[in-house]
C-alpha cells in the first residue's frame, strides 16, 4: 500500500486559506518560518546536534523577503546557506543565495533583504520572476539550509512554512488568487 503525507499536509492549509478568505487584508507582511535539523538534509540525512531557525518577512507590495536565519552547534565552518526549490525529501536547485552567511563553526545568525534581483530563475521549475518565487514559498514548495564544509549538501535543513495567523492565512490567499487572475488575463 502506498502512502503520501502531501494531502494530509496541504489539506488543513487549504481549509485554513479557504475560510479565512472572507476576512482577507490584502496589506501588510506575511511571516514564514522553519525549523531546521539533520533529519530533512537530501540526499542523506545528517546526524548532527546543529539545529536553526529561520524567519522571512514577505513584503507583497514591494516584491521583497527579509530574512534573520540562525543555526546552532554547527560542528565545522558555514560554506553557504540558501533557500531552494523543492518539496520534502527532494533536493532542488537554489532560488536565493544567502551570501551574507559568516564561515565560521558554533553559532551563527544572518540578516538580509531579498529581491528580484537576487532571484535565480527556474521556469523548468514553474519559477520564471519574484511573484512565481513568492508563490513557491507560500505554496510549501521551499526550504531552506545551512551547508558546512563538514556536510556540503547540508548540516540542516527545514521547509519553509507560513505562520498560520489568521490574517496572514488570509494575505497568502488573497495574493495566490489575484496572482492566478492576473495569469488568466
Same mark, same amino acid.
Given at each position: ?7 494530509? %499536509?496541504? #489539506? ?18 506575511? &511571516? ?7 533529519? *530533512? ?5 545528517? %546526524? ?10 514577505? *513584503? ?12 546552532? @552547534? +554547527? ?22 543565495? %544567502? ?17 528580484? #534581483? ?10 520564471? @520572476?519574484? *511573484? *512565481? ?6 505554496? +510549501? #514548495? ?6 558546512? &564544509?563538514? @556536510?556540503?549538501?547540508? &548540516? ?9 495567523? &489568521?490574517?496572514? #492565512? ?16
Amino acid at each position: 500500500m502506498r502512502t503520501t503525507t502531501a494531502p494530509i %499536509l496541504v #489539506a488543513p492549509l487549504l481549509v485554513l486559506l479557504l475560510a479565512s478568505g472572507a476576512r482577507a487584508q490584502t496589506g501588510g507582511p506575511i &511571516e514564514i518560518l522553519s525549523l531546521m535539523g539533520g533529519g *530533512d538534509v537530501v540526499p542523506g540525512k545528517v %546526524l548532527t546536534g546543529a539545529f536553526g531557525t529561520a524567519v522571512l518577512t514577505m *513584503d507583497l507590495q514591494n516584491g521583497n523577503i527579509t530574512f534573520d536565519v540562525s543555526a546552532f @552547534n +554547527l560542528p565545522t565552518s558555514v560554506s553557504g546557506a540558501h533557500i531552494h526549490v523543492g518539496s520534502p525529501g527532494v533536493g532542488g536547485p537554489v532560488l536565493f543565495d %544567502l551570501r551574507a552567511v559568516p564561515r565560521q563553526a558554533g553559532d551563527i545568525s544572518v540578516t538580509g533583504t531579498l529581491s528580484a #534581483a537576487d532571484l535565480t530563475m527556474h521556469a523548468n521549475l514553474g519559477v520564471r @520572476n519574484i *511573484d *512565481d518565487a513568492l508563490q513557491s514559498i507560500v505554496g +510549501l #514548495a521551499t526550504y531552506i539550509d545551512v551547508h558546512t &564544509e563538514g @556536510n556540503p549538501d547540508g &548540516e540542516v535543513r527545514g521547509p519553509l512554512v507560513i505562520s498560520m495567523a &489568521e490574517s496572514t #492565512a488570509g494575505r497568502v490567499r488573497h495574493m495566490l488568487l489575484s496572482s492566478a487572475q492576473a495569469r488568466r488575463r
